[in-house]
């Protein structure tokens, strides 16, 4: 769990949205803020990113990143979510990856959900680039049966 010093200031809107758009527009996308209630909205031919953001909150990041991930899935766009061209995202300040990664990455992966963080000093770094993790026993969607089991259905 991370906490962030008092002296850090950090808003969503001052740094962590800013940083994001700058690193997306770098790379071709043209982009736009609070569009139909998305923090974040990202077009580049026929691809789109819909992406909520948290900043650093006062609170344990954990309770701020179930709050985002509700906010995202109610405000996908119906129309939007079979497409595949449109992607999802979760764009959070280092420091909030573990509890970012708390979604399996099998959940994700169905919903094309991507994770972003955003350092203090601007740097994007997309999490799903990162190798996988291993999975822990809540992880176990990720997991396919019988892994690790013999057939009996005890360890190996």
Same mark, same amino acid.
Not at 25 to 43: K, S
């Given at each position: 769990?991370?906490?962030?010093? =008092?002296?850090?200031?950090?808003?969503?809107?001052?740094?962590?949205?800013?940083? /994001?758009? +700058?690193? $997306?527009?770098?790379?071709?996308?043209?982009?736009?803020?609070?569009?139909? /209630? @998305?923090? @974040?909205?990202?077009? &580049?031919? *026929?691809?789109?990113?819909?992406?909520?953001?948290?900043? &650093?909150?006062?609170?344990?990041?954990?309770?701020? $990143?179930?709050?985002?991930?509700?906010? $995202?899935? +109610?405000?996908?766009?119906?129309?939007? @979510?079979?497409?595949? *061209?449109?992607? /999802?995202?979760?764009?959070?300040?280092?420091?909030?990856?573990?509890?970012?990664? +708390?979604? =399996? +990455?099998?959940?994700?992966?169905? $919903? &094309?959900?991507?994770?972003?963080?955003?350092? #203090? #000093?601007?740097?994007?770094?997309?999490?799903? #680039?990162?190798?996988?993790?291993?999975?822990?026993?809540?992880?176990?969607?990720?997991?396919?049966?019988?892994?690790?089991? *013999?057939?009996?259905?005890?360890?190996?």
């Amino acid at each position: 769990m991370a906490f962030w010093p =008092p002296e850090v200031e950090w808003h969503e809107r001052d740094v962590v949205v800013p940083a /994001f758009r +700058r690193w $997306l527009e770098t790379q071709g996308w043209e982009t736009e803020t609070e569009t139909g /209630f @998305v923090d @974040v909205v990202a077009h &580049r031919g *026929n691809e789109t990113i819909y992406a909520e953001v948290k900043g &650093r909150t006062k609170s344990r990041p954990g309770a701020g $990143l179930d709050t985002l991930y509700g906010q $995202l899935l +109610r405000r996908m766009p119906v129309e939007e @979510v079979g497409d595949p *061209n449109a992607r /999802f995202a979760v764009v959070i300040p280092t420091g909030a990856e573990a509890a970012a990664l +708390r979604v =399996p +990455r099998r959940v994700r992966d169905l $919903l &094309r959900i991507d994770i972003y963080a955003v350092s #203090d #000093d601007g740097q994007v770094e997309k999490l799903a #680039d990162r190798a996988p993790l291993l999975p822990s026993s809540k992880d176990s969607i990720d997991q396919p049966p019988h892994v690790g089991m *013999n057939t009996a259905g005890s360890q190996r």
